[in-house]
């Protein structure tokens, strides 16, 4: 199968940064989208920011243009990268893959990492 392994999250200060990396690994054809979900202590799993195969990009409002996403579709391995970290980024943050598995283009299937905490605190 695929499983999907988040890494980088950590501590940090308000107004620091944080890079968060997924890595995929298994039956993989290719990565139709990636994207990273976070859920914050008391709330709902929540889109982060989202990246197709070609590049296309999606973020919630609440990144005000301080997170980037982006993929290596050669290794399937995408980046989160924030900066100007907030005490509300804190949350669990999981990475998201829409999955084309070996050996076929057309079955597609989505798949979640166990997630990576990050936590802004002073």
Same mark, same amino acid.
């Given at each position: ?14 107004? $620091? ?6 890595? @995929?690994?298994?039956? #993989? ?11 914050? +202590? ?6 982060? @920011?989202?990246? /197709?195969?070609?590049?296309? /990009? ?10 980037? #996403? ?10 989160? $990268?924030?900066?100007?970290?907030? +005490? $509300? ?9 829409? !999955? ?8 597609? $299937? ?5 997630? /990576?905490? !990050?936590? !802004?605190?002073?």
């Amino acid at each position: 199968q695929v499983q999907l392994v988040e890494s980088g999250g950590g501590l940090v200060q308000p107004g $620091e940064s944080l890079r968060l990396s997924c890595a @995929a690994s298994g039956d #993989i054809f290719s990565i139709a989208a990636m994207g990273w979900y976070r859920r914050a +202590p008391g709330k709902q799993r929540e889109l982060v @920011a989202r990246i /197709t195969e070609g590049g296309t /990009t999606n973020y919630a409002d609440f990144v005000k243009g301080r997170f980037t #996403i982006s993929r290596d579709n050669a290794k399937n391995t995408g980046n989160l $990268e924030m900066n100007g970290l907030k +005490p $509300e980024d804190t949350a669990v943050y999981y990475c998201n893959a829409d !999955v084309r598995v070996r050996p076929t283009f057309y079955n597609i $299937e989505n798949y979640w990492g166990q997630g /990576t905490q !990050v936590t !802004v605190s002073s």
